[in-house]
Every structure is written in structure tokens, then in C-alpha cells.
């Protein structure tokens, strides 16, 4: 079993910037992709942003491309997610998933996913 906690969320003003840390422990070696979904109030989780296993591959949604950059750290077991010129349509809170272990390549539907963090809010307001 894996288990993923997310930190760094908060509530910041248009423009800033943020890093969200996802901090993976249990029973893994990392083998797999990772990725950062959101989900807002009353709408399905969305796919942000996904890393392959040896980070060779990023992928983004078009909405964040150029603004956020996922990153991975296997030996230190962390995924980080680093957000600039946030806008107010950024507001969700933020997940961290894991594939099954052996799936190396991010994917963007989060029925993909095997494992999930409890998640971190992130405000973006004037």
C-alpha cells in the first residue's frame, strides 16, 4: 500500500506563486507515474499535470501549460508541483496520485490511478 500526503497549499492573490509537495511513503520503490488533479466545488477532478516514473516525461493540461512544472525526486519519494501566475479559475483543491506500480507513463484520466492523497486547498483571490 502507498500512502501520499500533499502540503504547500494556501490562499494567495493573482500572479503569485506556489509549490505544492506530495510526500509518498509505505510500501513502494516509486515505480510508477505520478500526477497533480484538481478538483473544484461541484465539478468532476481534472488532470493538471503528470510525471513518468524516471521523469523523462511531463505531461500538462492546456489550461497550466507554461504556468506549472511537475517535478519528481524518487529517492527522496516526493512530487512537486510548481504553480506561477496563478489565476482565480486555479481555486481547487489540489491531489496527488500514484499509478499501480510497473504503469511508468502519466496518464490524464483518474480512473488510471491507484492511489491518492487527501488533497491540498489552494485560494487564488483579490
Known amino acids: 500500500q502507498v500512502q501520499l500526503v500533499e502540503s504547500g497549499g494556501g490562499s494567495v492573490q493573482p500572479g503569485d506563486s506556489l509549490r505544492l509537495s506530495c510526500a509518498a511513503s509505505g510500501r513502494t520503490d516509486m515505480y510508477f507515474a505520478m500526477a497533480w488533479f484538481t478538483q473544484a466545488p461541484g465539478k468532476e477532478r481534472e488532470f493538471v499535470a503528470g510525471v513518468s516514473q524516471s521523469t523523462s516525461s511531463t505531461i500538462y493540461a492546456d489550461s497550466v501549460r507554461g504556468r506549472f512544472t511537475i517535478s519528481r525526486d524518487n529517492a527522496k519519494m516526493m512530487v512537486y508541483l510548481h504553480l506561477t501566475n496563478l489565476k482565480p479559475e486555479d481555486t481547487a483543491v489540489y491531489y496527488c496520485?500514484?499509478?499501480?506500480?510497473?504503469?511508468?507513463?502519466?496518464?490524464?484520466?483518474?480512473?488510471?490511478?491507484?492511489?491518492w492523497g487527501q488533497g491540498t486547498q489552494v485560494t487564488v483571490s483579490s
Open positions: 496520485a500514484a499509478r499501480p506500480r510497473s504503469s511508468l507513463l502519466p496518464t490524464m484520466r483518474p480512473i488510471d490511478y491507484a492511489y
